[in-house]
């Protein structure tokens, strides 16, 4: 049986009846704050060892790189792109438009 947890849809709102549903682990760690680190974006990352971008996700407690690229806007939109594609529609890319 799969164990649900309370998880907020606005991840800035609060804990009100119409901000809140049950879902499973996947989704709710999928649902999180953007984080922005050096890069600018989330899943984006410099890897000296091969002076490019790298450009990640984590399904299902696996890391799946998505490719290297020369810029943090490349890497984020192969990101959004792969979101999109395995129609993930938890990951907050996922509404994202590229530009």
């Not at 790298?54 to 299902?60: A, K, T, V, W, Y």
Request: proline letters at 3%; charged letters at 30%; hydrophobic letters at 30%.
């Amino acid at each position: 049986m799969n164990k649900c947890t309370l998880d907020r849809i606005d991840v800035n709102g609060d804990y009100s009846p119409e901000n809140c549903r049950w879902t499973d682990k996947h989704t709710q760690s999928a649902n999180r704050r953007n984080k922005k680190n050096k890069s600018g974006y989330t899943g984006v990352y410099w890897t000296v060892k091969n002076k490019k971008y790298r450009s990640m996700i984590s399904l299902n407690r696996k890391h799946i790189l998505i490719g290297l690229y020369d810029t943090p806007k490349e890497a984020h939109i192969a990101r959004v792109r792969f979101i999109k594609e395995k129609g993930l529609s938890e990951y907050p890319e996922f509404l994202e438009v590229i530009l």
